[in-house]
């Protein structure tokens, strides 16, 4: 999946209502069947990647570190 496609995806995630304070990594590419928000599609690696560029971009914020880091719209 191309870097782009997955970086329009996380934006698109992080705009849901659902993501409104924030969401882990894990939900960003494990959405349950209750939930609306759209996916994010990649390999894991390609997530994360595109999570940091975002975040240099200054498109997104990260809070907190490691496991428990949360991804919000900037």
């Given at each position: 999946m191309a870097a782009s496609t997955?970086?329009?995806?996380?934006?698109?995630?992080?705009?849901?209502?659902?993501?409104e304070d924030g969401?882990?990594?894990?939900?960003?590419?494990?959405?349950?069947?209750?939930?609306e928000?759209?996916?994010v599609h990649g390999e894991e690696s390609q997530v994360q990647v595109a999570l940091d560029e975002l975040a240099r971009?200054?498109?997104i914020v990260v809070l907190g570190e490691g496991e428990q880091r949360i991804f919000r719209l900037a």
């Open positions: 997955i970086k329009a995806e996380i934006l698109a995630a992080l705009s849901h209502p659902e993501a969401l882990y990594f894990n939900n960003l590419i494990v959405v349950h069947e209750e939930e928000r759209p996916i971009e200054g498109k």
